[in-house]
């Protein structure tokens, strides 16, 4: 098992959500575990009931548990789908 899929498992990623990258930052103030989340191209997402195609992302990043006594981030590209009314929403995240 790799570092990647540990963090898929750690995180409890459902499909079409995966871990893209981990990296560990080195700052002063110690060390910073950064997991970067992503999804599979041409995922259609679900709002009330229906599926809608990616319109865009927006770029998140949230504040985890920590990693033992160090920071973690988890970074992701969150898709956006736009409604038949014209509203862009932004997906709901499964963390």
Known sequence: MDTK???ELGL???SPWFVK???LEKKEEGLILHIEI???SLTKFKYEKKEYSVYDHQIRTWTHL???EHKCELH???P???LPNGKV???SVPW
Do not use: T, W
């Open 89 to 91: 929403k932004l997906v």
């Open 21 to 23: 990258e981990v990296s």
């Open 80 to 82: 956006r789908i736009k």
């Open 38 to 40: 992503d999804h599979k």
């Open 5 to 7: 899929e540990l963090c």
């Open 12 to 14: 409890n990623l459902p």
């Open 66 to 68: 920590n990693f033992f």
């Open 76 to 78: 992701a590209r969150v």
